[in-house]
């Protein structure tokens, strides 16, 4: 009995190795806004995202990093149509996810996530097996199909099905929820698996296990990832590129050993200061990040970072940077990135 | 303080608009009209269609529920079917003693049941605690009305202590807050509160373990701080809702006070509506439902104002 | 490469773990307060239920000359009525009548305002908004008072003592139903089980009714209590069952004249009231903590 087989990569590539799986242009989400009572308490506008660009190529793991409150975990929901945006292109594959030619319902199929809270994510009356079935019976799978098929991913994440099918959430740990939760997303046999902090609540030794778990998944299923974390250490470990995203925009984007090595943007530099190192030539001088991020529902004028930015002067609160090129798919939104922008410090380096 | 009441009275003034449009509903809810049961049997045709038209009964009922609504707002509620007087002065007579009842029984039940509920959430767990528990789980079991025939088996036909029905010597009219009168009142009264006593336990002991779990408690005490302090502040912190839990009782007991009042022949709302039902009085029936429904929504309304005033970190949305 | 030879590890024979249901029958057999409730329950019921076959006389006959026996009468053990009927017999007759009208409410309420509830809450928006201000409405009555307008307004009779009580149980029991759907819709399985493809019935049935039922139907326990001494109470006020039927708050009613004769058999239905109500709420109490333990 062969199951369990996704199709083969080459019926589903539909665009060719060069169209990127997923590009999203100019998406954009305010939260709020609409009148209080009457009309009079007019509560403010969330610009939780604010027109980001960037596109995630077949078979890669795009990282998206940044403090909470930022807008990537806003912008997972926004691409997996669970919020609708405001404005916005999604293309996948080449195609516009609602268009004639992929429905909402193929693009879901194609695009799994997992969320951040184990828990949360798990029906609690369902077992185990029950709750990865459930996809697969969704898309017309029979009974028997649907559960050997759930048994066969339970097996491939680390679950030995004999023991773990029959249990509920709650009678197992954080990371084996995790690892439910990933063979559920994967029963649809997509391309892309968006992961929006889905190690973050995980105790450093679990997260380890399932990182390499999810390592060897993207191997063997010939996955795409979009993977959102806080964590420095961890995106590293991941990425092949990275977007670092403040309060609600693009600050830098570009292929992870750059950024590691040269960050383009304050922020980012700010961000790799405050984070604990074990090799002493890494270690910056600079200052790590202080204070919190401004509320986005006022957010700064100009660079939205002038205002915890070492860099800053006056261009900066008066003029919105850029996205400018930083070196090959290197792109960092700060007026010292662009040669044109006429900040101060460009003309004293 | 005074925006939020204004909020909460906007927010109230459309339930107040759907409770009249309730209210109205309910006389056309009756098989036949309103007129059916007071219409002579060998009325003509004719007579039928005049007397419909005298009370505006031939109207698309739109039409009737702005006439109705326009004259409520002037305090005008009709006349009695019954008895041709107006409904207005009748409802008036009947909340005024229905009030004094429910106000008592309020005040016995929110006394006794705060001293349960304090006991039984001061010494959790203890005898006195299940006690509490037993006491408030039978005060919101029993059905009332079979309450108020016990007490009066009980200290009227057994013992001979206490009158069993009415107002008082003189009859319903003449209430006066003398002993001569008032023995007609506890009776009723006591028995009305057994609802709230049992409620109002129940919360207080609720508030009582919560304020007294909280980390600060456990650290006054244990710094040696003593039993009076820590007194005082469960008091002032469990204040605003037990009372905001009496003033609701107090509603309830308003509109819910029909049982009681029929078993004490009580001259109130309650005995009123029994009238009115009994003899197809349905402007009566309409007006007084509506002015029992519109006063809890007001009490709500107080309630709610007076208790985010106490403590402002109540307010609702 | 993906594809796998599950024979070696195709369906085998699992661990179970107990469902959720089995667990909260589990402890609730172990509360003794809850199963004694539930005993008396089923022991009331039962002799409604047997009441042609158990019963010693007929409820609908007496004799003027043995009316108001007492309790403990040769013939008569808990007395006899102000027509000279047994009083054992009628109450047992009394309970079908009286548990019917009771339960029938709640039942039909929990139906219909679980559904009004989880549609609302589900569908959301200003659908929720207007059906969640007409249930305000109906708050805006105490139960006791919309109860007896109700049924004032429709007339006495059974069928409109049950209407009237299901309309007031309605709007409670939705109130609830679209508090706990709208928080068991925000959670990420719901989510989840939407990117996988599901259709809105589909959610409904497999994530979220298996979440809200629970709460919903304790809620709805709890009301049993109120909607006895409600439908026995109109009886009292002569709005439900019509003499000469055996109802308990009927019965009530028509011994108030007895009071002082026979006082212990004047009680005795509303004793029969109490026991019902009192079991029905310590029942509710019992299952509710035997499924508060976990999520």
Redesign the interface.
């Known amino acids: 009995?062969?199951?369990?087989?996704?199709p083969a990569p080459e019926d589903r590539d539909r665009g060719g190795p060069g169209t990127p799986l997923l590009d999203v242009r100019g998406l954009t989400k305010h939260f709020g806004g609409k009148g209080g009572?009457f009309g009079k308490a007019k509560s403010g506008v969330v610009r939780a995202v604010d027109g980001i660009d960037f596109s995630v190529a077949k078979g890669e793991t795009l990282g998206i990093v940044g403090e909470s409150g930022c807008g990537k975990s806003t912008t997972a929901r926004l691409v997996?149509?669970?919020i609708r945006p405001d404005a916005g292109d999604i293309l996948f594959d080449g195609e516009a996810v609602g268009s004639q030619a992929l429905s909402l319902?193929d693009f879901?199929?194609q695009?799994?996530?997992v969320?951040q809270?184990s828990y949360?994510?798990?029906?609690?009356?369902?077992?185990v097996?029950e709750?990865v079935a459930?996809?697969p019976r969704?898309?017309g799978a029979k009974p028997?199909a649907a559960?050997?098929k759930a048994?066969?991913l339970l097996?491939?994440v680390g679950l030995e099905?004999?023991?773990?099918?029959?249990?509920?959430p709650?009678?197992i740990s954080g990371g084996q929820r995790q690892r439910v939760?990933i063979a559920?997303a994967l029963?649809?046999d997509p391309r892309l698996l968006i992961l929006d902090e889905a190690v973050s609540a995980l105790d450093k030794s679990v997260e380890a296990q399932v990182l390499n778990l999810l390592l060897d998944l993207k191997r063997?299923?010939?996955l795409t990832y979009m993977f959102i974390t806080h964590d420095l250490n961890v995106v590293r470990f991941m990425s092949d590129r990275i977007m670092v995203m403040y309060l609600g925009k693009v600050a830098e984007f570009g292929p992870s050993e750059p950024i590691f090595e040269k960050p383009g943007h304050p922020y980012t530099a700010a961000l790799l200061s405050s984070m604990p190192s074990m090799d002493p030539d890494h270690r910056t001088q600079e200052a790590p990040l202080t204070g919190d991020p401004p509320n986005p529902i006022d957010p700064p004028s100009g660079c939205r970072f002038h205002p915890r930015c070492k860099m800053v002067s006056t261009l900066c609160s008066q003029a919105e940077p850029r996205l400018s090129t930083m070196g090959e798919d290197h792109l960092a939104a700060c007026h010292l990135a662009d040669p044109q922008s006429g900040h101060p410090r460009l003309a004293a380096a | 303080m005074l925006l939020y009441a204004l909020?909460r009275l906007?927010y109230v003034l459309p339930v107040a608009f759907g409770v009249s449009i309730v209210c109205f509903l309910l006389v056309h809810l009756a098989p036949g009209d309103p007129l059916t049961a007071i219409m002579p049997i060998d009325a003509t045709a004719e007579q039928q269609a005049q007397m419909r038209a005298a009370y505006g009964f031939d109207k698309p009922l739109p039409v009737q529920y702005g006439i109705w609504l326009f004259k409520v707002l002037q305090g005008d509620l009709g006349a009695s079917i019954a008895s041709g007087r107006p409904v207005a002065s009748e409802v008036g007579r009947a909340v005024g003693n229905s009030l004094i009842l429910a106000s008592l029984a309020t005040l016995i039940g929110f006394g006794f049941g705060t001293f349960f509920g304090f006991v039984a959430g001061y010494f959790r767990g203890s005898p006195l605690d299940r006690l509490a528990s037993v006491v408030s789980i039978l005060g919101v079991s029993v059905p009332h009305y079979w309450l108020g025939m016990v007490m009066v088996i009980v200290f009227s036909a057994l013992l001979g202590w206490l009158p069993s029905t009415g107002a008082g010597p003189g009859g319903s009219t003449a209430w006066r807050f003398d002993w001569e009168h008032l023995q007609y009142i506890i009776l009723p009264a006591v028995t009305m509160s057994a609802i709230p006593m049992g409620i109002i336990a129940r919360t207080v002991r609720a508030l009582v373990a919560d304020i007294l779990s909280q980390d600060f408690v456990q650290a006054l005490r244990a710094k040696g701080m003593g039993e009076w302090p820590v007194f005082k502040h469960v008091v002032r912190n469990a204040a605003p809702t037990a009372l905001a839990v009496m003033g609701l009782q107090l509603g309830y007991l308003l509109g819910g006070s029909i049982l009681i009042e029929t078993v004490f022949a009580w001259p109130g709302t309650g005995f009123l509506l029994n009238t009115a039902i009994f003899q197809r009085d349905l402007p009566l029936l309409q007006g007084t439902i509506l002015v029992l429904a519109l006063f809890f929504v007001a009490l709500n309304l107080i309630v709610d104002v007076l208790q985010s005033s106490l403590d402002p970190r109540i307010q609702r949305g | 490469?993906?594809?796998?030879?599950?024979?070696a590890?195709?369906?085998?024979?699992?661990?179970?773990?107990e469902?959720?249901w089995a667990s909260v029958l589990r402890r609730l057999r172990r509360d003794p307060v809850a199963m004694a409730a539930l005993a008396i329950i089923l022991l009331i019921v039962l002799a409604a239920i047997l009441a042609p076959y158990i019963a010693p006389a007929d409820p609908f006959r007496g004799s003027m000359a043995r009316r108001l026996r007492a309790v403990g009468t040769p013939g008569y053990p808990l007395g006899s009525d102000e027509l000279g009927r047994d009083m054992l017999t009628r109450l047992m007759y009394g309970g079908r009548l009286s548990l019917f009208m009771g339960v029938t409410p709640v039942i039909l309420a929990f139906i219909a305002g679980s559904g009004v509830g989880i549609f609302a809450a589900y569908v959301g928006g200003w659908v929720n908004t207007v059906v969640m201000r007409v249930i305000d409405v109906f708050f805006a009555f105490p139960s006791v008072l919309l109860a007896i307008a109700l049924s004032g307004a429709l007339g006495a009779g059974i069928l409109n003592s049950i209407v009237s009580l299901t309309v007031v149980f309605v709007p409670q029991i939705a109130r609830i139903a679209e508090a706990v759907t709208t928080q068991t819709r925000n959670?990420?399985?719901v989510?989840?089980?939407?990117?996988?493809?599901?259709?809105p019935l589909?959610i409904v049935r497999?994530?979220i009714l298996?979440?809200v039922l629970g709460p919903i139907f304790v809620y709805a326990t709890s009301l049993i209590s109120v909607s006895m001494i409600l439908s026995s109470g109109l009886s009292f006020l002569g709005l439900g069952v019509k003499p000469p039927e055996p109802e308990w708050g009927l019965m009530l009613n028509t011994l108030r004249t007895a009071i002082y004769n026979q006082p212990l058999v004047a009680a005795l239905p509303g004793v029969m009231i109490f026991i019902t109500s009192i079991s029905f709420n310590l029942f509710s109490d019992g299952l509710r903590g035997a499924m508060e333990v976990?999520?």
């Open positions: 009995m062969i199951i369990g087989a996704p009572l997996m149509q669970i319902g879901r199929r695009a799994q996530m969320f809270d949360a994510s798990l029906n609690p009356r369902l077992t097996e709750t459930f996809g969704v898309q028997a559960l050997a048994h066969d097996h491939r099905p004999r023991r773990f099918a029959g249990r509920y709650h009678e939760n559920r029963s649809l063997d299923f010939g | 909020k906007v | 490469m993906a594809a796998v030879d599950l024979s590890v195709a369906i085998p024979p699992a661990e179970r773990s469902g959720y959670r990420d399985f989510e989840a089980a939407r990117i996988s493809g599901a259709g589909t497999v994530h298996g979440n976990r999520q």
